[in-house]
């Protein structure tokens, strides 16, 4: 068992429904471990210092991507970026993936409908790298409203991660985790108001750290 | 003279003995008219005749499709003085803001304003600038009367026809010499002077009509800078010219002027930065319409047309704090058509309508990024068969071909029935096909909005060479949608059914039932297409969605008393997208609850329809009319339901306006915000005297319901009185 990879950042109330499921264990294969689900709260993801009144640009910015590891479940230093430490990488609305040419490890990543709960297995291919020569989508999650895991609404002016969309990833050392994003506002606000402060990620996400493509 | 009045009646209460004496106006009284409202009311008694759905003059009895009229003895009652002011009392009519949030458009049967033909004595009204046709536009002091036709009348009057079709039908010259000249003034120190002359000698007969109108706006949230409607004045300049050639032949010339200029104030968006500016809008428009009829036989009539408008409107913008042009806006349109039609009657059961016709279309605008016009044509045919086997039973068919240069071909035909089951049950049904050619904007749009954020819209025809040139010069930062899947727009289509009938429940109480089902295909949206390094979208247009509206409308009038009529209308109305009928069907949408970020399946109970529409309208409308005594009175409760709003970048003050969808799914479903349903209630009271004087006064709006963000279109409490008069001499005797 490594219950190391199992770990939980942070605990909050109603998102930690933890959803622990035991699969039944064949005897002729090696027990699969259980997977659990795991929920980040507030990953900033370089939202800056605030804005200038003067030009109204985002202050304090850094332009960096903040590193994730789904084995840890804690963020990696920018200067392993080019390890296989990472899986995904965060920087505002912006999504990439150790893959591809962001980085040296075999990540890709699926866009996928449905709901969280019920996604119980990662499909065999169709993972797509980043890539930042094409013309159609330079990363692996497709930026802009209604391509990948967010809507822009332009009447309200927020963030919205879409409902019943999952991001389903192959991660940096050929591993397996199911993501949903949940809030891309600090302190994970219910109804956010475009004054809320943006740019950090809530998301509870599945990770299967065996050769198994499995969720439950 | 006029103004005298105004201000007189404003200050007057309404006591009969004053106004003769108070006015100095007993010369007047000598000449008193025989009642013309004892005449108004015989001729209601007969038949009242409609043009607009077969395109002839046929009573409103007889047409198998849904018809409804307004005569001006309502509207004059109502005290109304724009076309908008008239259609938002109609049942099943909604009158909806513009994209900016500003002006009036008609919403019928659950179509956007874009999808309902707007008509003038059967020629339409251009200058669809941002889609919908502002009604405001239109006074309404020469109006005999409004024609509305619901469902699609492609078949008759081409593209745009989906809807609807609603037909204002104007004065012409009356017997004799007659004049009205009338001004009201009131909230927002709205002025509004009117006068028509019409005089009639021998062969000829002249009708002129001038309207100027004049507001102050109102601003529903001053904390904002600018006005939420900034002062505007517009003048209206209409004639009819008829001539009786010969005995069997007639020809009149009608013709209408427009202008209208406002100043306004309003805070812009510049990187990050707000601006004030101030500016000036500027609208004209004008037409000519001759018209010859020739009646070779009993049998065969021919009616040969030639209608030319043009419509024009220019914005500008300039910096407050150094009077720097900021922005420049303007658009300019022009529309030709002969056209050659012929009724001809085979017998009294068996009627024939043929037409044929060519539209020449120009548009030039500063949106498109050149001073090059761009022009568009259609040639088509129409052909109309009524049977009339027994006078239980009516059969209309007919069909229109349209062959267009940009978009192609389009076959429209229609099928009405009626039958008259007994002398209390009059069933009608009819479907047909209606359709909305892709318009100019949708075409060759090559514009980009400083005033608002910077955002793009490129047309179908330049989008791809645009997107290449901005590439080519690395001003692309990622594409959203595969450039090369956008195609040709092709028109939009729907097919509809209309099925209803007439019941007298009670002698003199008779309801009114219809029944509609459009099923819409090809619906042109904005698709998002691109984002600039300066991380600004470009749009475009694609055909994508498909959907249906249905519902239910009923009327019902009743003269429940001497002189007294109650009638109410209401509409149910089901409007949706059927993709996302199918989605939620498959199980594919979903939500996530907002408070416990939850997400869940949506149910198909759940997905409540397209934004902007109110599952539930009505109205409630007392008229009171003395034809002895001549008091006049009204009061009408009009009802819109809640309904749900999209995602609008804002309104023209700056305002966001959020969007009704609160569980991240985009679409409008039961847990998510509505504006709220609400009643307006608007009265009149209005006096006649022999001397031809009318006074009048009412309140629009009384318990002054607003609401800023989602309906800046609807000003608070409008209080007005006005005074006008009117002549006639040598009258022929009919």
């Known amino acids: 068992m490594t219950m190391n990879s199992i770990k939980s950042l942070l605990s909050i109330g109603l998102l930690a429904t933890m959803a622990v499921i035991f699969t039944a264990c064949k005897d002729d294969s090696p027990a699969p471990d259980p997977v659990i689900a795991t929920t980040t709260t507030d990953l900033a993801a370089d939202p800056g210092t605030g804005i200038d009144p003067n030009n109204g640009q985002p202050t304090g910015i850094t332009n960096k991507f903040t590193l994730f590891s789904f084995k840890t479940g804690e963020v990696v230093l ?26 040296s490890g075999a990540a890709g990543a699926i866009v996928k409908s449905g709901l969280f709960d019920e996604i119980l297995e990662a499909p065999a291919d169709g993972y797509a790298v980043d890539d930042k020569n094409s013309t159609t989508s330079k990363y692996a999650i497709p930026t802009g409203s209604g391509n990948g895991w967010y809507t822009y609404d332009g009447g309200a002016q927020v963030i ?30 219910t109804n956010p108001v475009n004054t809320d402060v943006a740019g950090y990620y809530t998301f509870r996400y599945v990770y299967q750290p065996n050769d198994s493509k499995s969720f439950n | ?59 409103m009895g007889s047409l198998p499709m849904p ?55 059967g020629e339409p009204i251009i200058g669809r600038y941002t889609g919908s ?42 017997p004799g010499t007659n004049g009205n000249f009338s001004s009201r003034y009131g909230t927002n120190k709205t002025l509004d002077l009117s006068g028509d002359v019409s005089v009639t000698k021998d062969k000829l007969g002249i009708y002129l009509f001038g309207n100027r109108y004049s507001t102050d706006g109102y601003d529903l949230s001053p904390e904002n800078f600018g006005k939420t409607v900034s002062p505007f004045t517009n003048q209206t300049f209409n004639s009819k010219i008829t001539y009786k050639v010969g005995p069997k032949t007639d020809f009149s010339l009608a013709g209408r002027y427009f202008k209208e200029y406002q100043r306004f104030n309003f805070e812009v968006t510049s990187s990050n930065e707000q601006i004030k500016t101030s500016g000036t809008g500027e609208v004209k428009d004008w037409n000519i319409n001759p018209v010859f009829t020739h009646r070779f036989s009993t049998k065969l009539k021919v009616i040969a047309r030639f209608y030319t408008t043009h419509y024009q409107t220019e914005t500008n913008l300039s910096l407050d704090n150094d009077g720097s042009p900021y922005y420049h806006d303007d658009f ?35 949106r498109y990024g050149d001073e090059n016009g761009r022009n568009q044509w259609t040639n088509y045919a129409f052909f109309q068969y009524e049977w009339l086997p027994m006078d239980k039973f009516t059969l209309v068919s007919g069909g229109r071909f349209d062959s267009n240069s940009s978009y192609g071909s389009q076959f429209s035909p229609k099928l009405s029935a009626r039958y008259e089951v007994n002398k209390r049950i009059t069933l009608k049904a009819s479907t047909g096909v209606g359709f909305k050619s892709p318009d100019f904007r949708q075409l060759y749009f090559n514009f980009s909005n400083s005033a608002a954020g910077g955002y793009s819209v490129l047309g179908t025809e330049i989008v791809q060479p645009r997107l290449a040139e901005l590439e080519a010069q690395g001003q692309i930062q990622s594409y959203l949608f595969d450039p090369t899947l956008i195609g040709e727009l092709q028109a939009e289509r729907s097919v509809a059914v209309n099925v209803g009938g007439k019941i007298e429940i009670l002698p003199s109480l008779t309801m009114e039932v219809n029944g509609f089902y459009n099923s819409i295909n090809n619906l042109i949206e904005t698709q998002a297409v691109a984002i600039t390094t300066a991380g600004q979208s470009i749009y475009t247009y694609r055909n994508v969605n498909r959907a249906y509206t249905s519902g239910l409308e009923t ?24 993709d996302v009928v199918q989605d939620v069907k498959d199980g594919n949408v979903y939500y996530r609850d907002p408070n416990t970020l939850v997400t869940k399946r949506l149910q198909p109970n759940e997905y409540y329809g397209l934004y902007n529409r109110s599952r539930h309208t009505g109205n409630i409308k007392l008229f009171y009319r003395h034809p002895v005594t001549k008091w006049e009175a009204s009061a009408r409760i009009i009802y819109r339901g809640k309904y749900g709003v999209g995602d609008i970048r804002g309104n023209i003050q700056g305002e966001t306006i959020p ?35 009318r006074f009048q006064v009412g309140v629009d709006n009384l318990f002054n319901y607003t609401e800023p963000i989602y309906i800046p279109n609807l000003p608070g409490r409008l209080m007005y009185g006005s005074v006008s008069y009117n002549f006639s001499k040598n009258n022929v005797k009919p």
């Open chain 2, 1 to 59: 003279m006029i103004l005298i009045f105004a201000s007189v009646t404003l200050r007057t209460q309404f006591a009969k003995p004053l106004f003769c004496t108070l006015l100095i106006i007993s010369q007047f009284c000598v000449a008193a008219q025989v009642s013309t409202d004892l005449d108004s009311l015989r001729t209601r008694q007969l038949e009242e005749v409609i043009v607009t759905a077969t395109r002839n003059e046929r009573t």
């Open chain 2, 332 to 366: 300019e349109q022009t529309f030709t058509r002969p056209e050659l039609n012929g009724e001809y009657f085979i017998n009294s059961k068996n009627i024939i309508t043929l037409g044929a016709g060519h539209v020449g279309e120009t548009v030039k605008t500063s």
């Open chain 2, 659 to 693: 969007p009704s969808d609160r569980n991240s799914n985009s679409i409008l479903d039961v847990y998510d915000d509505f504006v709220k349903g609400y009643a307006l209630v608007n009265l009149s009271v209005a006096k006649s005297l022999n001397c031809g004087l």
């Open chain 2, 133 to 174: 046709l502002e009604l405001s536009r239109i006074a309404i002091g020469n109006i005999k009367q409004i024609e509305i036709v619901k469902g699609p009348s492609s078949s008759l009057y081409g593209s745009d026809a989906l809807a609807g079709v609603i037909n204002i039908i104007t004065d012409r010259s009356q």
């Open chain 2, 555 to 578: 009327n019902v009038s009743y003269p429940f008393a001497r002189n007294f009529t109650l009638s109410a209308g209401y509409q149910l109305l089901y409007a949706k997208d059927k």
């Open chain 1, 78 to 103: 920018n200067a392993d970026s080019a390890t296989t430490k990472w899986d995904v990488g965060f920087r505002r609305t912006t999504i990439i993936v150790n893959g591809g040419t962001s980085g």
């Open chain 1, 160 to 189: 919205k991660p879409t409902a019943g969309k999952v991001l389903i990833f192959k991660t940096a050392d050929n591993r397996y985790a199911k993501v949903e994003i949940l809030s891309y506002y600090q302190g994970a606000k």
């Open chain 2, 67 to 121: 018809v409804f009229l307004v005569p001006k003895a309502q509207i004059k009652t109502m005290g109304s003085l724009r076309l908008n002011d008239v259609l938002t009392e109609q049942t099943g009519l909604v009158v909806v803001p513009q994209v900016n949030g500003q002006g009036s458009g008609i919403q019928l049967q659950g179509f956007n304003p874009d999808y309902t033909l707007i008509l003038i004595d």
